[in-house]
Each structure stands twice: as C-alpha cells, then as structure tokens.
C-alpha cells in the first residue's frame, strides 16, 4: 500500500521546482542565497521521504522473517484476516512513525522559513522567489498531507479496533481502555481528516501562487480559513485535555500524604510492636527465674517456659515485619501518588504550550493569512510570518521534549533493565553503549519496561486482593487507600460499569493482573 503513496507527491514537488525555476530565472541572480535554500530544503524532504518509506519497509521485512507462512488462498480463516488487518495497521502506523520526523522539520523549521520567504517577496516584489516559496511550500504541504492522511488512517483503524475490544469486554479494565482509546482514537481521526483537508488547501493555494492563477486570492483565504478552523479545533481540544489533567492532579492531591493519613495505623503497629517486644522480655526473665528454681517440678516449668519465650519472640517478630511492611506500603504508596501529579503537571505542561499556545497561534496565523489574502498586507505587516513561526516554535519545542524523553528511556530500557524489572523477575542482561544508543533511536517503538510501568505494577500490587501474589500482607486501611488513588485516576468501579463489589473481586483476580497494570499505565499518561 505504501508504494503509490509516496511517489506521488515527491515527483511533482520536484516538477513544480523546476517550472518555478525555469519562469524565475532571469529575476534569480539577485536572491541566489533564498532560491538555493528553498531547492535544498525541497529536495532534501523529498529524499527523506523516500527514505522513510524504504526504512517503513524495511522494518516491515524484518518483522516478517520470524513470522509462518501464510495460509493458501481459498482457505482463509477469520483469524488470518484479523491478522491481514494488524499487519496492515502495523505497517501503515510504521510508516507514519517514520515520516514524523520529517513532518516536525517541516513543520517547525521549513513552513516558518517560508512565510518569511514570502513576506520578503512580497516586500520587494520579486516574482522569482515567490515561485520558489511556493514551489517549496508545495513539495512542504505535500508532505504534511501524506503524514497526516496515514495517520488519520491508522487512527481510524485503531479506533475502529478498541470499538469492538470494548463491544467484546463489555465490563471491567480491558472494557474501559479499549472505550477510552476508542474515544481518543476517534477523535484523532475526525481531527486528522479535517488537517488532512487543510493541507489539501494549502496545497491548492501554492500551486495557484505558482502558476500565477487569477484565484490565487480565494485560494489563499481559504487555505488561511481551513487552517485557522484546524488549529482552533486542536486548541481547543488541548484545552479539554488541560482541564482533565488538572481535575486529575487535584482528586490525587485531594488524597493526601499518606505518612499523615496512616499516622495513626502506624502508631497502632508500633505500639503492637512494643508490647510484643515486652512481652518477650518478660517471657525470657520468666525463663531465667525458672532455671533458678529447685524442685520436681522444675523442668517441667523450665519446658513451659521456653515454650512461651520461644511464642512472644515469635509474635514480636511478626509484629516487627507487620511494622515494617506497612511503613514500607506508606513510601510506596507516597512515591506512585507523587509520580501521578508529576505526570499530570507535565501533561498540563505540555498541553499548554504545544497545543492551547502552539496550536492557537496556529490558528491566528491561519486568520492573518485569510484576512490578508490577495492583498499587500504581508508585504508591509509581517504579522502573519511571526504568529507562524511562534506557533511553530511552540509546537516544535514540545515535540523535541517529547523526542528527547522518549528516546532517553529507550536508553534507560536497554542501558539499565534493572531500574524498573519486576522484583519477582530476573532484569534482562543489560546492552552495551552503543547498542543501547541505536535502541534509543528507533522512534518508531514505544517503552515497555519503564518507569510508568513500573509505577502501575506498585499501585496495583497495594490495590489487589489478598489471592494476589505478595499482596495478602497488605493492611486493609492502605489497600483502601490504594483503591482510592485508582478511583482518582479514573480507574473506579463507575468507569469501568460495576458495583464495588464486583469491581473489588476483579482487583483479586490473577487472571485479571495483566488487564488490570495495562490499565493503570494507561490512566498514569491520560489526563
């Protein structure tokens, strides 16, 4: 599927370099620094795109190797159809990882330089560069609109696949993940379509720029309309998603520390702790006097006493690791809300700046551009290339942040195994340097061994029943506390469509651990 899509735009982006040049030559020699740099930045991304969907198809290859064959024609089961589905979302979705960072220069870097390109055109008249401007902002629109067409698509797909894992779950975890991502998804594909119909826009209105179309004008209103009705759309989503953040962040808050909400379970253990250890005390000093003692009866009692030393030892003892194990529990369930806040103020964070700021400017830019179509206005008021660029900037910012993070705990996954491997678990053997550091490029893969798994394995081993491994000794008050947090994060009986006593039983299933950690990782990263 992949191969009819990308040669499409590159051939007549680079067609459409040559019709500009070859109009503009005789105006060129003035501005050869511009012209130079718009033709490399055009073929610079037409050869990137061609390499991001020989990279997508190399990735796909690789995957196929270790796979069975597959069935004969005429024999095709639904489960073989199911799996056609997956390796066609599979790819589609490693294409589209791998035009992103193409996307991001685009975005970021080439559609700013061009609004200056063409805010300096405009200025001096020079008919020369406003063809290469819009020679280029052809082969860069082109680009935006074959990255966001497949991601509209693998979206879609997605969407369409977590409808029917929630139609199939009905109740519980998996129900509620699968409908959460159903929603997201969905909203995603409505959103890239609309982008998908913007960037067709902008297309349209570089190509009327570039053969000097008498429509230039209404071209350009519109494609300043579609992208202002984008950019409004996703700033307002973010502000949504802003809103959910911080409602988040404030039920976990609302929690409390618990080194203060357990002060007083700890004091009971400690004083239970206490009273073991008197009691074993005088248990020994009872011992001691019965060895002192003279009579028949003595060995007798010296028997007894031992015995009973040898109990309230016992009891203490168990009263010393309760203590412990509850104090242990209270710095668990401190680290894993303290970790929930932090994820939700940098959701907030980044959801300010890249989408509400980044996304709005976007949007005003988009205004601009409409308003001053098929006038001088840019030519004297470069209102237009500055709200373009700081909108970019923004959205540029925040998507090198989220880069570098992603890629700084590829490293940690592959460097380091044992940070965040299971404590029943043996850590995977730990990569050298390098192969960490080419693990730590594959944009392309998410982490699965990280620390936000890490944090959901913790919250769901002080929330789960006692039939669960290594959380029968929790005590009753932090296991409520623990359910408490998952309530704030979204995780409750309401959200997943049962009764809390049902919903309890589901926390002291085994055959529910799985679905029920994919769970709270998910609620850890969504606002």
Known sequence: MSTPVHRTPAPQAA??????????????????????FLRMQSSAGNRAATAAVQRARGMDKGKEKGKGEVPKAGGVSAGAKKSYRDEIAGLLDRFKKSLDPID????????????????????AANEGLKHSVAASGTSAASENLLTEATGTLVNGMDAYKNMKDAKKHRTGAGHHTAQKKAKTKGADTVIGAAGSASY????????????????????????????????AIKGIRAAFRVGGAASKYRKVKELGDPHLVHAQSLARLNQSREQAEWAAAEAYVALDAYWDHEGEERLELVSEAIDAAWEATGEARAAAESLQRAEKDVEKLNSVQEYAKKKQLTKIGKETIGGALGESTKAAAGVVTAVAAGTAGLASNPVGWGLAGAGAGLVLGVTLYKALRAATKRYEEARHPEHWAPENETPAEASSRSESLKHALKFWQKVSKGERQAMAREIYALAAGPDITGAGSTTAEMRDSARALLNALKSGPAHHKLDPETWADTLNDPAKTTGWIKEIAEQLASG
């Open 15 to 36: 067609a459409a370099l040559t019709s500009a040049r070859q109009r503009g030559e005789g105006s060129l020699s003035g501005n050869s620094l511009e012209h130079a």
């Open 104 to 123: 991001t220069f685009i975005k970021g870097v080439q559609t700013p330089t061009n609004a200056g390109f063409t805010q300096q055109a405009a200025a």
């Open 200 to 231: 067709s826009a902008g297309i349209a209105k570089e190509v009327t720029k570039l053969h000097k179309a008498a429509d230039a004008a209404v071209a350009s209103e519109a494609s300043g309309i579609a992208s202002a009705s984008v950019g």
